[in-house]
């Protein structure tokens, strides 16, 4: 009897530090990471933040605060019982070495409705060991609905790509893909559209990108439906995934390559209602002036259009 009482008690105030542990943590429904442990390596706390965060019942916000952390592989995923958003204010290092990042992505969000990233923070992948590897700044997979991104600023790396799809079966339909005033600097692309030839169906539409500055880009803006990476795939059939409603628009800057603009769509499923307005993009290298490539697309072209050739 008597050892029953002691368990009792000790049960119960393991739950009173338990909850008062969580309300150290919570503040009007924001979650610190520094309250979790997460001093310099934030991986395990910001992950236990998140999960907190995640299972609220109210919108809430895991909120890294300024300073410098280091953060190793993590995938945040739902889904969660309401809203949620990411405050970055500090710098978030990655590890050196890329090989330690499995599946190639750095900082993962899966199955998440209605999540918001945002602060003054910066995502060092920590050099150009990564570059060459995968690490796109922002890479939009399937499934993808009703993304905002503004006011980023990207590179080196890979740029701001949409895919690459088709590359599994049953993916599911991307649209409502809005990216906006950001700015990307020595990058292998800018913003792009990819899908994979010869493999698997899929939709990708209502993507736009708008007020978009480029310094010194490589293949500034590009729709690439021939995506064909290390030879993993066949050119012998087309693209199966049907790309519609894209828009760039106020694309600006300098480009490292003599082919500013490529819509290179597919000859199954040629691209439509695609529209280029104001594509303001300067080439000032050996292979002569800037210049564009389209094809099985019709694109609309209104206001500046710096590259000929669509």
Known sequence: MG????????ILFSLLL???????????????????GGKQDITAALTNAWKDACASMKPSKVRIPSGTYSLRQVTLAGPCKA?????????????????????????????IDQLTLSGSGTFDGQGNVAWSKSDD???????????????????????????SLGRYPNEKPVSGIFVKNCTISN?????????????????????H?????MNNVQNPVAVDQEYCPWNQCSLKAPSKVKISDVSFKNIRGTSATPVVVKLACSSGIPCKKVELADINLVYSGSEGPAKSQCS????IISGIMSASGC
Not at 83 to 108: R, Y
Not at 209 to 213: A, K, P
Request: charged share 15%; proline share 4%; hydrophobic share 40%.
């Open 83 to 111: 809203a949620i958003e990411l405050q970055v204010n500090g710098i978030l290092k990655a590890p050196v070495n890329p090989n330690q990042f499995s599946g190639g992505h750095w900082v993962n969000f899966r199955y």
């Open 209 to 213: 990108f708008e007020d978009i500055v």
């Open 137 to 163: 700044c922002i890479s939009v997979g399937d499934g993808t609905e009703d993304l905002h991104v503004t006011g980023v600023t990207c590179g080196p790396g890979h740029g701001i790509s949409v895919g």
């Open 18 to 36: 338990l909850l008062a542990s969580t309300a150290k943590a919570q503040s009007n429904g924001v979650f610190d990471v520094t309250k979790y």
């Open 3 to 10: 050892l029953n009482v002691i368990s009792s008690a000790i």
């Open 187 to 207: 990058t292998a692309n800018g913003v792009r559209i990819k899908s994979w030839p010869d493999l698997y169906g899929g939709d990708a539409s209502n993507m």
């Open 296 to 299: 099985n697309v019709k694109p």
